[in-house]
């Protein structure tokens, strides 16, 4: 079956911070994959996607490379920004599309000025 | 345009009792997504629906769950007879078309407590 593991939060940083969360990912066929944030009391939206190996994702300064040989999509940005504190979900794909995401449990930043 | 809008926010239900969750979709999407995301958990996708049509709903419960998405009017999740463990959010996405490069929006979700 298709899963995702995302590292345990909270991870508390403080603001211009490097952030790396980790997501790897197991499934059947050709995945693509996702990073969705939920901001405090919003629904969730789409951060960036990449479709197949080698791509890279970004947006609003996050990066995230789709990495087929280690099964892993790590996101990450180079200074955090206490708007930045939401929860962060890794999701795939097998279809490419809206239908039948494959979510990680999510992962809570907090970022302290 | 509006995002995808889910009502009531907050849903309290005894033991027995039904639970209906609604979602209307953005302007212009007619394809639907719902998904539960239970405590400690990440979402579940239960079930897809287009226009009056269940496409997918190999996530939903067999039993005392239902799902609809009539030509007028939200989308409905309706739980009867909820019990303690149907304590979950409830996240409602819809998308303009399905396939490769579609976007989900999602909805601020449904927190339904069963007491």
């Known amino acids: 079956g298709n899963s995702v593991t995302q590292m345990e939060g909270p991870v508390t940083l403080s603001e211009e911070a490097f952030l790396t969360i980790n997501c790897t990912y197991t499934a059947t066929g050709y995945p693509s994959l996702f990073w969705y944030v939920q901001y405090p009391g919003e629904g969730l939206q789409l951060l960036l996607k990449a479709t197949k190996a080698d791509d890279k994702g970004s947006n609003k300064g996050f990066e995230a490379t789709y990495r087929k040989e280690t099964t892993s999509f790590h996101l990450e940005k180079g200074s955090v920004q206490v708007s930045d504190s939401a929860v962060y979900f890794c999701?795939?794909?097998?279809?490419?599309?809206?239908?039948?995401?494959?979510f990680g449990k999510g992962t809570h930043l907090i970022i302290q000025p | 345009n509006a995002g995808v809008m889910q009502n009531p926010r907050h849903l309290v239900r005894r033991r027995g009792q039904e639970a209906r969750l609604r979602c209307s979709p953005m302007?212009?999407?007619?394809?639907v997504y719902w998904y539960r995301q239970l405590p400690e958990e990440g979402l579940k996708f239960m079930v897809y629906l287009q226009k009056e049509n269940i496409i997918d709903e190999s996530g939903m419960p067999k039993e005392r769950f239902s799902a609809e998405f009539p030509k007028e009017g939200p989308s409905i999740l309706r739980i009867q007879q909820v019990v303690r463990g149907d304590s979950a959010a409830y996240f409602c996405?819809?998308?303009?078309?399905?396939?490769?490069?579609?976007?989900?929006?999602f909805g601020q979700g449904t927190r339904l407590t069963v007491v």
């Open positions: 996405a819809s998308s303009e078309n399905r396939g490769p490069n579609t976007e989900a929006f």
């Open positions: 999701a795939l794909s097998v279809s490419g599309g809206a239908d039948g995401l494959t």
């Open positions: 302007k212009g999407h007619s394809h």
